[in-house]
């Protein structure tokens, strides 16, 4: 019967499995015990969906400044999980789609988990599923009623479901109610100074001597804390003219982050 | 006559009775007056619906706190009623539906109770029914439309309907003028300490010499009253690492606590 | 002449008369004064359509508090009238259609009314038919305008038109201009003290000697005025586990006051 | 030529006589200056539009309170203006329409207007026409439009046109543009007490030396002034008792007066 | 190929010939240095798109308040410029219409343009083409998103063309970003007192010792200044009674000016 | 196979090199070191997306008054790109389309990129694409939400791709969310005094000992700053009487600013 229920949903996560690693390009850089604590918490959740006959249903919001990190964070709990369905429900695969469309594709992938004995689906981008903009405001009603009834609706007896969302607009998602039904709800910060350098020493790009300076003049051209994609483009953009196996020189860095901002 | 019109609702019936048990995944569990009385209230309703003959229609409102209960002592009281027809009208099962069709939906199960003899219809999360959200505020008019006839339509001559919804929005279904139609309307708190002194030692999962202080550690990192589902899902993520037959030590409970808020 | 209109009318009066005695349930029980002159008023208003060569039009609007009586001495004048064509028009038989629908419903009863000599047509619960909602507001300006129209046509040439209306929300229709169109408003207040002391001794539920304090009881729990409606279910309510023949006594009335609100 | 056209718009100047016999069915009773002077200048644009070749379209509208006689005024002046074309645009006549087929239906009249030589077309009741509603407010832009451009649209060369509109909400009309496309706007005033006795004395249902009393009784009830048309309900009513001859009592009078306000 | 572009666009220049003309019934009558100067300007925009070969495309806006000249002025430029495309858009000819409707045909109309060598569009009264109205306020942005793009687009190689438009509400035209996209935007006022003198003197309807008096009575009764329009409808009513060759006398003109206003 | 690719797209490159030419028709004119400074900028994107295996996707949006020559800008660095595919997404190619149909357009043009190994798109006058109007405001929700998936959305592996937006609403791009999708923002400003002499300058139109006066007339009859496109389009208004191979005066220069401001 388990088996069966693999074969049923394989072609699904086949084509997942694709789509988690296009959300881990990066890989997951380690940074501190933040991160660490979050990673950790994302893999209890999917013990505990495993493990306890009592939950057959988590739900997790992982909710931060754009760039964060949440998406990568999600892609990852999901890729460990060795969960045999794992599906991440994105408007990127439904660009242009009218609303209703776009709420039969979501609820269509929840009634595909129904059916294998252990899922996960990834929410990601939920503000961008709702088609949310803050003039008006606007959103899909149609989107958000499914979503709140699909993240408390218990998947049939014996199966088991873990479900992670990712936002940049907390606020939003609580006025919305959406908050409230997910179980839990989880801070993915921009990064500190102190989780900066460990990335730019991780990636080795900077002699280490550099580091602190190359941090410093990133926290001054820009804000306290950087969102951990915007640092890795910025540096990709700064690397661009140095040759292979050399350092980014802080006269460069300086550069491209006065060019850019 | 009244065999037929049983014999009518059966295929209704069936199913609904594992959607009640879907309510009741942890039964009831006795936490003193405020809940015992509700339960009594509502039995009091099943009755004069059943004995009086001046009281074809009866129609209660159970509102309070996300979680606090609603739907499980409504199923309960349902389930205990013994009446031929017994329906719950729920969003989880329309899911993506328009509204026009949720209507229908609706309007259907209603018609479908008046071919009973005795019939309860428990309207479930109204708010979600009436796909309400706070920004704008949006809702469909059209279920609303509805279910402010339906509440208050009285079922063919010899026919008797007990109505009983669930809300965690009171003060919505005020302003739309739904708190109107419902005859009666009772309070579902969340759970005060003593209450959850009740629950803990019901369920047995910590050393009864805990139990105070674990209602302490909880109402500290959390609000004053606490929810039961919330209890109950925080009660099963600690049990987590524990084994069988063990309780769960102050420490375990501690730590899921904060890690969860 | 007359009489082919009579014929053509028939089936539909034929179905109002039980749609009539469905709104008086409990009869018109006599309560003073107030209402007495309700109903002188609205017969004097069935007379002039009947007699009166120069009125072939008349409307009036019964407005006030929620379960104060209004359907009922509607309903009670239409069928005092003994006019061929009696009609209500009721969301009851329509929920869940669509504004044209409704609208096209309404209309025809209109056109129906015009092929009969004498016509009577109650609009019930006129917020309801305009599928009102404070929260927006949202209504049916589809329905509303097909009102604001039919209330003041004409009818044919040797036809007669007689037109009530009922609506627990007076300022709402005066906002949308609905007031005007209606030649006559009159008020159905809830009942006072010594209306209620009336309703009680015709009932005779009580021993004489404990009306007052009932009726005290009552006002305290509740408000100085009560509608009609609500005080007969309560003391259906109570009378629940009575014995027939047996009085209520206060204790019994007491409680379950205290228990329903 | 001007045969054919006449030939050509018979059978629609033939149901509209009726149309404008509808608006006057109590005749225009003269009460004095103000609406002496309202029915000259009324013939002196009919004239205007006969004869001068330098204005083949002319558009006035008159305004004032709900029941002052607009319509009454506006279908006796194109009564007697003996225009081959009389056309009255009426909501009534459209009820349950949608807004597409009443502004199609609109735009049809004016086009058979344009085939007459010397035509009148009565706008009856324009915030009818547009579906007004003070609540939003609402109203058709659709139907809007078309008068917007229709009142001001020239007949084809040797065609002429009068446009006679009638409104109760003439602060409405200046906010949406209407008042600036007619070419000129006439105030239609509820009656002054001395013209209400005018109107009791040509009625003559008073004894001669009771009108004054009448008159002050009336306006110490209602307001200082009361629109013709209401005045005229009125009397109706209280005429109902009293046997042909007879003059109406001021004690029957009051006891009306005093019963429907 | 300049002839064949002329044949093809030769029965769309047939019809609108007509069409300029009807807005030019009383002519281009002198009114002093204001009116001249925008008569100039507007011809020399003309010769600008026909001569330099660098601006193929000029749009210039007219505006100011109602009836004072605007779309005369606009239809003497196009009919002066001899261009063999000349069009007017105008709401007139699409009463009715559903804004999609009006989008294409005013799409078409430059598509139509973009074939000519030499064309000029009149855009008429352009917050009716957009269905503008102040309450809400409502208008169409489908028809404003297509003159936004249109008055900005060039016409194809080789081709060239001017864009008038005509417009009584500045303001609205600014708020929606219109008059941005204009290359030029020229106000046409109303005529002041010594422009009306000229206008009268021209007409010779008065005496011309009458002149001065009739200017003041007009500017007594109205406001300061006066459109061209209402100054022209005004004199024609007056004129109505006045025989042929006859001048107009000054009781005359204040009876009018009185009865109107 | 890139071949193969190059191939396939040649048909959309081929009409797209004409488009852009249609932005450039009056060149880049040096200008000074903001302008070459921009100019170099989008050179280094260029080379970036180029080179860099780790940037498949770069999106940068131009920002700035309307007619600072954005799209002059977008469209030379797309065509100095060399780049086998490269479209411009206009509301121009669109008038009159639905919102609907212009959302599968852009993303239409999105997946031909895809295809090609090396894209640029520019989406010029973003806020035109998205029907945007202060009033309301209003705007189509669907084809941002299309933006906002787009222009983040990474191209197939191996494929990559350069996005040029412009806009001159840059506070209505940030209230939509849209600046945050971009990855680097670039203000593009209207020409200050000294920059305007260098553009006078290079035109050769002015005796070079006028131009400090020139300039000094125009940003006194204007503002400080002028747009390139503003002063482009006057100095060929004003160069229309004179003569080839003259230069213009500065009375013509004068009189041109006054007439037109
Ligand atoms: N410790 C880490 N945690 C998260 N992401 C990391 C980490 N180290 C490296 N990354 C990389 O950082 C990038 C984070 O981008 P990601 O799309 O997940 O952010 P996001 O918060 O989802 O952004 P957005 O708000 O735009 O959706 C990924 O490419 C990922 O591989
Ligand atoms: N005394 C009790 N009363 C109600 N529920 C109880 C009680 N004891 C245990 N429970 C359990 O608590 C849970 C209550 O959850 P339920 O879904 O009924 O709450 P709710 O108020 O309807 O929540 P929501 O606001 O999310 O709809 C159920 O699983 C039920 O079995
Ligand atoms: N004197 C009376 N006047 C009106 N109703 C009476 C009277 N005496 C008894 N009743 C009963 O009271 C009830 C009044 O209810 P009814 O539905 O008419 O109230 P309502 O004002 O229309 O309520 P709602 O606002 O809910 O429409 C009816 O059952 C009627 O039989
Ligand atoms: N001098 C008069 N002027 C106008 N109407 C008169 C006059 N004398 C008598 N009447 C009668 O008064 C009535 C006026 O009603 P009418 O429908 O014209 O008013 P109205 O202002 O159009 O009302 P509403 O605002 O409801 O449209 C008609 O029946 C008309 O015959
Ligand atoms: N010097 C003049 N300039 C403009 N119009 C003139 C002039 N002399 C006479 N006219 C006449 O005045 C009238 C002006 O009306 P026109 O419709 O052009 O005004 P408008 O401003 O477009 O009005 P609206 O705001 O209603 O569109 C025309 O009949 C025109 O023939
Ligand atoms: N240095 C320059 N930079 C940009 N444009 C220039 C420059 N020199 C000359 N131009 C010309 O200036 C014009 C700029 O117009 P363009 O349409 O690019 O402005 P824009 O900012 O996109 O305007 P809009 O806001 O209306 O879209 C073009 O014709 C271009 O050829
Ligand atoms: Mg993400
Ligand atoms: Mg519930
Ligand atoms: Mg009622
Ligand atoms: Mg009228
Ligand atoms: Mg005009
Ligand atoms: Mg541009």
């Not at 760039?67 to 242009?96: H, I, Q, R, W, Y």
């Amino acid at each position: 019967d388990f088996e069966r229920a693999l074969e049923e949903v394989k072609p699904a996560f086949g084509t997942s499995v694709e789509t988690l690693d296009s959300y881990l390009t990066h890989g997951i850089i380690p940074c501190g015990e933040t991160f660490d604590h979050l990673q950790r918490t994302l893999s209890v959740f999917v013990q505990q969906v495993q493990d306890s006959d009592k939950t057959p249903l988590l739900s997790v919001v992982l909710e931060g400044p754009v760039g964060s990190g949440k998406s990568a964070l999600a892609a990852a709990a999901a890729k460990n999980s060795d969960f045999p369905f794992c599906k991440v429900v994105s408007s990127e695969t439904m660009a242009g789609y009218s609303e209703q469309a776009k709420a039969s594709q979501i609820i269509k992938v929840f009634e595909d988990a129904y059916k294998s004995p252990l899922s996960v689906i990834i929410l990601d981008d939920i503000e961008r599923l709702l088609e949310y903009v803050a003039i008006g405001p606007r959103f899909s009603n149609v989107i958000l009623q499914a979503l709140l009834v699909l993240v408390k609706r218990m998947p049939p007896q014996g199966h088991k479901l873990l479900i992670i969302g990712t936002t940049s607009m907390n606020d939003v998602m609580e006025s919305m109610g959406l908050n409230e039904v997910f179980n839990v709800s989880l801070h993915v910060p921009a990064l500190r100074m102190d989780e900066m350098v460990k990335v730019l020493r991780h990636l080795d790009c900077f002699s280490v001597g550099d580091i602190p300076e190359a941090v410093n003049l990133l926290t001054t051209v820009n804000s306290k804390v950087v969102p951990m994609k915007k640092l890795l483009l910025w540096l990709e953009m700064a690397r661009q003219d140095v040759q292979d196996g050399q350092k980014l020189s802080l006269e460069r860095w300086e550069e491209v982050l006065r060019e850019l901002s």
